[in-house]
């Protein structure tokens, strides 16, 4: 006979349940909207990229102003550049003589055509405040040799450009083939004269007719003899006369204002060293009261007197 226990097994461990539970996250869409720190829903794009908050959109406005002002200040500024340029644009040249005391009118064709023919050689110069007049005054000089400096002055037309000339002044003159010819104190030889005739004329005793192409020659003793006038004047002795002696063209003689004796020069020599050595044979002359018919100062380091 089978007897069964009255003990009972012991029961199976029960699991606990506790009265909390572990929820399963659930799987995150990637493609969902996400948040992020310091992020609002406001700040939110559409997938067009259009901006969602109003903040946003005056922000993009404000960009936009920005950006058409930047292009109105660089269209103003090219507007201004272009004015002052077109302001400094010389389109015509207009000239005037500089000298209220010119005897005749000048003809300004000419030199119009020589200030336009230097201009389309360096047409960067047609602005006036590149143009380079050192230049400009040697191009025409070199054409028209009366012209001393060419000056640009100011003018009330845009499109013009006032040129003034500084005309030569003549201390002596020559003819020389039934042509006149003129020098300045500077010793340039020219042949266009705007003012009165110069006092001192070149009376030629020579007996030599000047030949073709002996122009360079006799320009040579104009030039000569307008330095020696002109430093004779510094040296406050006046030339009223300039005579070229028989049978040379190398020579000359000057007759000096109150001074009795002629001065003998030679056009191979100095000019300013001549008038130094003439300058002071006078002045001893002077001091011991002694009178001569002449004063030769052709040779270096002596002067004689007879």
Known sequence: MIQFSSKKKPDAPRRRQSSEYVRTPAA???????????????GVRRPDGEPVSERARMHKLAQSRRKVGSI????????????VLMSQFTA????????????????????????N????????????????E????????????????????????????????TLRKPVAGWQINSRQYYV???????????????????IDQSGISPEQGSTVASARLLSFVGRVVSLSEQGSYNVTEAILPSGTTRQIE??????????????????GEQVEDMVRALNYLKSQSKGAQYIDVRVSGRAVYL
């Open 254 to 271: 000057i007759r000096l204002k109150d001074v009795q004796p002629l001065v003998k020069l030679s056009i191979d020599r100095g000019a």
């Open 134 to 165: 050192d230049a400009l005054s040697a191009f025409i000089s070199a054409e028209l040799p009366e012209v001393a400096t060419v000056e640009l002055t100011s003018t009330d037309n845009i499109v013009e450009a006032n040129f003034t000339l």
């Open 117 to 132: 023919d230097y201009l389309g050689l360096h047409p960067v110069e047609r602005l006036r405040f590149a143009l380079d």
């Open 28 to 42: 995150v869409d990637t493609s969902a909207q996400q948040f992020r720190r310091n992020q609002t829903m406001s």
């Open 184 to 202: 300045d104190t500077n010793g340039v030889v020219f042949q266009s004269n705007y003012y009165e005739n110069p006092g001192v004329q070149i």
């Open 92 to 115: 015509k040249v207009i000239v005037t003589g500089s000298s209220a005391s010119l005897t005749r009118a000048i003809e300004p064709g000419q030199y119009e055509t020589l200030i």
């Open 72 to 83: 109105f200040v660089l269209v103003f500024i090219t507007i201004i550049l272009l004015a």
